[in-house]
């Protein structure tokens, strides 16, 4: 779903709206991917159909999300008007945020830090249109079907399933609207077949009146009270890094390198993100000064994985959506270019 999200620091989990942004780039990239196989062809067929309806419907609903232990619950308004999506997403549990997109910005409100964080839209550039090599990934590293007529939030939903042909990669599951195509619940299975990470609605009204009031934030520009910050322009731009990863697994190819400023570092940060069409890996590398304290090896959160080590003066960070060993070889691959 194309939604916009807070940016999390190094090593966060992916939030609600993160993990929505994520699987729409999925949608698209699976509904022009070359299928060698004939009953994966409805399979690319009702994912097309996501993908568009994510964009282009009107639509409010309650989003739970679980990963681990933890569990979040959010409302989520996505209003199409005029060619245009705005989006206005609200905690209902824990720390109270609000997260407004529109306008080619992501605009994340924290009352209780009396901070707004204004992002460029950036999240697009992470998922863009997939290479050969990755369209081609999807078929060659995953068996993907139609799966069972379900349903979810008081809708038939129809389930697709992705199955990892290795042990390097989670296999997904999705259920989207039969009528309209939307996308109502994912899960993300790990290599023993554990449900790792989960987002569903539990309530959706689609196709309703949004009027562009209900979109805005729930304040009227910056409080006097409260701090501005403003996600820095180079974020998101190609550069090198001067680092390399050489072991990366078959199907995953680099998507974008370049500095990203972190909140609570004091120096941009080398960030290189690898995906294989379905899950993204994320390369941090810094300098040693900026991470005293940090742990070293694996850490879990949910169906994230965590792999972290020193090389030289610095100090490498993997982290996605895949097995541990996944993660921990890549990270013992980075070197100087």
């Known amino acids: 779903m194309s939604i916009g999200f807070a940016p999390a620091p190094q090593g966060?989990?992916?939030?609600?709206?993160?993990?929505?942004?994520?699987?729409?780039?999925?949608?698209?990239?699976?509904?022009?991917?070359?299928?060698?196989?004939?009953?994966?062809?409805?399979?690319s067929t009702w994912l097309g159909k996501a993908a568009k309806a994510a964009r282009e419907l009107t639509y409010v609903g309650t989003i739970v999300y679980q990963h681990g232990p933890r569990v979040e619950t959010s409302r989520l308004t996505h209003l199409y008007e005029n060619g245009a999506e705005h989006e206005k997403l609200v905690n209902l549990d824990g720390p109270a945020r609000e997260v407004i997109r529109s306008q080619g910005e992501v605009r994340c409100y924290y009352p209780d830090a009396k901070i707004v964080r204004v992002e460029p839209r950036t999240f697009r550039n992470v998922f863009p249109s997939l290479s050969p090599q990755q369209q081609q990934a999807l078929a060659q590293f995953y068996e993907?079907?139609?799966?069972?007529?379900?349903r979810v939030a008081g809708h038939e939903a129809q389930a697709i399933v992705f199955e990892p042909r290795d042990g390097l990669r989670y296999g997904?599951?999705?259920?989207?609207?039969r009528d309209t195509g939307l996308l109502l619940k994912a899960r993300l299975i790990n290599e023993k077949g554990e449900v790792v990470e989960q987002f569903a609605f539990t309530d959706i009204a689609i196709g309703v009146r949004v009027e562009r009031d209900h979109v805005k934030p729930s304040w009227a520009g910056t409080p006097p009270d409260w701090q501005l910050k403003e996600g820095t322009a180079g974020d998101g731009v190609a550069q090198d890094t001067g680092w390399a990863v050489t072991r990366v697994p078959p199907g995953f190819v680099k998507i974008t390198e370049g500095f990203r400023t972190l909140r609570g570092k004091r120096d941009p940060v080398a960030h290189i993100v690898f995906s294989d069409g379905l899950v993204a890996v994320s390369v941090f590398v810094e300098s040693i000064t900026g991470v005293p304290g940090q742990a070293l090896g694996t850490m879990r959160q949910g169906g994230l994985n965590v792999y972290s080590m020193k090389v030289d003066d610095h100090f490498v960070t993997v982290l996605g959506e895949a097995p541990a060993a996944t993660v921990r070889q890549i990270a013992l691959s980075v070197a100087r270019r």
């Open 12 to 43: 966060a989990p992916a939030t609600p709206v993160r993990r929505l942004a994520q699987i729409a780039a999925v949608f698209v990239a699976v509904a022009v991917a070359p299928v060698h196989l004939a009953r994966a062809q409805d399979a």
């Open 144 to 150: 993907f079907r139609v799966g069972e007529v379900a």
């Open 172 to 177: 997904h599951k999705f259920w989207v609207h």
